[in-house]
């Protein structure tokens, strides 16, 4: 079972760019889901984003046209970008993956507080 | 997309009681690709099962997933003061993942 450690800026004002990256260690990169998530405080898990085995990207559509969600395998890594953000995106960051479930490994949740 | 209701949306239950968790889906979930995670205050998500019935590693055998189509079930058969908790299912059988909306079991 990998490890990941994510990190990014925590505190945006309304139209900033949010950008966080999320590190995998102690297995293989290749081969596994990817996957972004989200948990408004007090809330439930939103999916925002992954990229998939076959090395496609697949976006939740109500947020798509601010996001992109990239990799880099030299690193093993993977990131998230959300442009434009306003309160309404203050939340706790998850990155997260597997093999047999995109929900297998978890990062250590990254919150980030939109506020002018 | 997917829409995952889960029910109920809490459950008071005693320790050792048993405990029946629903995840309905508003379509079939392909391959029953639907996975359930475990999560604590201040604590991130923590899978339970995947592939609607197989257990992830270290996850006690109180805890089993049953179900398919468009109904499945997560069940602790004996509750341990550890697993209250908020409990969310999640489909990935479609390219738009999804999950439901928890439910938190408390203690009576």
Known sequence: QVQLQQWGAGLLKPS????????????????????????PPGKGLEWIGEIFHSGSISYNPSLKSRLTISVDTSKNQFSLTLSSVTAADTAIYYCAGGVRSPMESWGQGTLVTVSS | EIVLTQSPGTLSLSPGERATLSCRASQRVSSNYLAWCQQKPGQAPRLLIYGASIRAAGIPERFSGSGSGTDFTLTISRLEPEDFAVYYCQQYGSSVRTFGQGTKVEIK
């Open chain 1, 16 to 39: 900033e760019t949010l950008s966080l990256t999320c590190a995998v260690s102690g297995g293989s990169f290749s081969g596994h889901y990817w996957s972004w998530i989200r948990q």
